[in-house]
């Protein structure tokens, strides 16, 4: 069964908190590598990654250009049911869903009980 968020709720993301496969993550897509009109931001379910090491090493994904191998991240989209690879070079990062906030605190500001 796939998670369900609901329009007006505020998804909390983590840079630094880790993540694993099967959760929900946002993908901060670098802008040099998108089509004009594409979102920077995919929010999406993780099947593979690099580990988060390639992310914060200086030189990134540099390190892997001459190797026989290309790093890429795996998503899965719910609707519809689709699996999703991006190159892990042209991303930022990925980041981990921690908390979802209803459009109840939102709107109203933070309520007691």
């Not at 609901?6 to 993301?13: S, T, Y």
């Not at 690099?50 to 914060?56: A, D, G, I, R």
């Not at 795996?74 to 921690?98: C, Q, S």
Request: include cysteine; charged fraction near 15%.
């Amino acid at each position: 069964m796939a998670p369900e968020y609901l329009p007006g709720q505020a998804l909390v993301f983590s840079k630094s908190e880790p993540w694993q496969t099967g959760d929900p993550v946002l993908l901060f897509r670098r802008p040099e590598f998108l089509a004009p009109g594409e979102n920077q931001f995919c929010f999406k379910q993780l099947l593979s990654a690099p580990s988060p090491s390639f992310w914060s090493q200086p030189g990134g994904g540099a390190r892997h250009a001459r190797a026989n191998f290309k790093p890429l991240v795996m998503v899965r989209m719910w609707n519809p049911l689709h699996v999703i690879t991006f190159d892990a070079e042209h991303l930022y990062g990925i980041h981990k869903l921690v908390g979802v906030v209803g459009a109840d605190k939102l709107a109203g500001g933070v309520t007691n009980g």
